[in-house]
Every structure is written in C-alpha cells, then in structure tokens.
C-alpha cells in the first residue's frame, strides 16, 4: 500500500526567502505524484503532478517540484515566496486509478 | 455548475443521529470521490463512485457510513448513529474520467461536528 509522509506540520518563513515543503512516499509499485493547494476558506486545488518523463515539474505560480525516486522523495520549493502563497498544501500519490493517498499536510505561512 | 458543490457546508448534530452529506459535482464528471479530512491527518479516502458504481468502498470506516450516487451525478454520504470521532471535513471531489491523467475537482467541504 502506498504511504506519504510530510514532516512539517508548519513552516514559516519570511516574505521573498526561499522555501521547500518535504515530501515522502512509499509505495512497491509505479507512482504518481501530485502537490494539491488549499487557501484560506477554498477547495482543494491541483498546484501540479508528476506522471512521467521530466523529473522537475512546474506550476504556473513558480513553485517546482522534483521527483526523485531513489529517495522516494517529491520535495516542492519555490525560490522567493509571496504572502499569497499562505495555504496549506498537501502531497498525495496515486496508482492505477486516481485514488489519491493524501499526506497529512503542511502549512506554510508566510510574513513580511 | 461551475465547481464541485457540497451542501451543508456545516452541520453540528448530536452523538447518536444520521446525518446525510450532499455532493453535486461538475455537469460531466463521470467519477466521484469522497475524501474525510480529520484534525492532524491527512485526507483519508472513503469511496470512489464512477457512474452510479462504487468500484472501491475500501475507505468507508465502518458499516455506519454509505453512499450512493444516482443518475451518474448527485451524491449522498450518509453517516448512521454518529460519534464524535466523525467530526471531520467531508470532501467531494470529481474528475471527468478513471485514472492517473485526471484532474480532481474539490468542493470546498461539509464541516461537521458531532456533540
């Protein structure tokens, strides 16, 4: 069975600093891997995946994520972080069919 | 509709009463997930619906929680003879289609709080 562990229940970190929220996961079988948003009184949203090919992945929001599969780790970073970017944002795996297996999440709260 | 709509977006109830939880996703969406987000955990995943079935029910924590889906749209989760530790979020959430390249849709959830 598939498993994600995000160690930082909180981060915070000043406006502009850069910032990695960790992710792990174990699974025996092929992954799929995905950073999923939430904001403040909003739904989940889909920040960005890993399905194949290129092991760096993007958002449109200059966050990155890179997929490294002999630390079964998919780390998100972003270089300079803005106070928009407070959420809490949660790492999920998937395989097969997209039952996704979620992280506990990590907040990320961001200050002038 | 625009988004994935969940109704009540609150519900306090009493220890002992059943509570139904409504999920209307987005016109189309063949598949239909429900997800439970408890204080200090993850999202735990209770079924998936695609069409009217429910191929995986493996996430319900016990036999006091159901679901259904009619008409490949609406869905009801239905919680029997609550407890208190199903206080949780309930998040719906739907993708057009089964697998990995979907993307999930999320309403923004049913808090609910059992006294």
């Known amino acids: 069975a598939q498993s994600v562990t995000q160690l930082d229940s909180q981060v915070p970190v000043f406006e502009e600093a850069p910032v990695e929220l960790r992710c792990n996961y174990s699974s025996s079988v092929s992954v799929y891997l995905f950073w999923y948003v939430q904001y403040p009184n909003q739904g989940l949203q889909l920040l960005l995946k890993y399905l194949s090919g290129s092991t760096l992945v993007e958002s449109i929001n200059g966050f990155e994520a890179e997929f490294n599969k002999s630390q079964t780790s998919f780390h998100l970073r972003k270089p300079s972080v803005h106070i928009s970017d407070t959420a809490e944002y949660f790492c999920a795996v998937a395989t097969g069919f997209q039952k996704l297996v979620f992280g506990t999440g990590t907040r990320l709260l961001v200050s002038p | 509709g625009a988004g994935v709509s969940q109704s009540p977006s609150n519900k306090v109830t009493e220890k002992g009463k059943d509570v139904e939880l409504r999920c209307d996703p987005i016109s189309g969406h063949t598949a239909l997930y429900w997800y439970r987000q408890s204080l200090g955990q993850g999202l735990e995943f209770l079924i998936y619906?695609?069409?009217?079935?429910?191929?995986?029910k493996s996430g319900l924590p016990s036999d006091r929680f159901s679901a259904e889906r009619t008409g490949g749209s609406v869905s009801t989760l239905t919680i029997q003879r609550t407890q208190q530790e199903d206080s949780a979020v309930y998040l719906c959430?739907?993708?057009?289609?089964?697998?990995?390249?979907?993307?999930?849709?999320f309403g923004s959830g049913t808090q609910l709080s059992v006294l």
């Open positions: 619906f695609q069409g009217n079935s429910a191929p995986d």
């Open positions: 959430a739907s993708s057009k289609g089964q697998g990995r390249n979907e993307k999930l849709f």
